[in-house]
């Protein structure tokens, strides 16, 4: 069964932290997503990847970054952890022409 | 950039009736419509696409419709089933545009009663 597989499900971190987020996928997918996912606010892009070492800024970047060194790997990462970084975290992969993005189950990270 | 428009946020309907959700999108170029659903403590998982060259589609009690002109689409919903009660997102891009990604409505919470 082809998945998207994210390191963990819950996380706590401290604000002032540096925290990473990590998303594996098993379908050799060139196009890699972060989004982020609040009540009322829907799913919204931070980053995403079309290629190895390949990077675009979505809709929300700011306070994050990512890196992508092989092409099944794709971490987020928050530099500095602050307590509106409070959000469900969600990795996705698809196919070149970017259709039927396969979604992990999600990080629900707490910033304490 | 494309923005995504999607009514009602909540939706409560009977078993056995039928549920219908819209969304509006902002950018004519962008030529794939996807539907995902999501369950309670789940990633969200698409249930049914369709592509602008289409008007609708249809999947056993689920179906599309896209209309181009008025840049919307809906998703409709028969028969309902409590097995249906979800988060459900409409999403929109333009696939033949290289370094762009989905954009998602903010999501319509459907709840079914038996």
């Known amino acids: 069964d082809v998945k998207v597989t994210q390191s963990s499900r819950y996380l706590v971190k401290r604000t002032g932290e540096k925290v990473f987020l990590e998303c594996v996928q098993d379908?050799?997918?060139?196009?890699m997503f972060w989004y982020r996912q609040d009540p009322g606010l829907g799913l919204r892009l931070i980053y995403f990847?079309?290629?190895?070492?390949?990077?675009e800024k979505g809709d929300i970047p700011e306070g994050y970054s990512v890196s992508r060194e092989k092409k099944e790997r794709f971490s987020l990462i928050l530099e500095s952890a602050s307590t509106n970084q409070t959000s469900m975290y969600l990795c996705a992969s698809s196919s070149p022409r970017g259709a039927g993005y396969t979604f992990g189950s999600g990080t629900r990270l707490t910033v304490v | 950039g494309e923005n995504v428009e999607q009514h009602p946020s909540t939706l409560s309907v009977q078993e056995g009736d039928s549920a219908v959700i819209k969304c509006t999108y902002s950018d004519s170029a962008s030529n794939y419509f996807p539907w995902y659903k999501q369950e309670l403590g789940k990633g969200p998982q698409l249930i049914i696409d369709?592509?602008?060259?289409?008007g609708e589609k249809k999947d056993q009690r689920i179906a599309v419709t896209l209309n181009k002109t008025a840049k919307h689409f809906s998703l409709h919903i028969t028969e309902t089933q409590p097995e249906d009660s979800a988060v459900y997102f409409c999403a929109a891009s333009n696939l033949w545009k290289a370094g762009t990604a989905l954009i998602f409505g903010k999501g319509t919470t459907l709840s079914v009663s038996s």
């Open positions: 379908m050799d997918h060139e196009n």
């Open positions: 369709i592509r602008s060259n289409v």
């Open positions: 990847s079309y290629d190895v070492k390949m990077k």
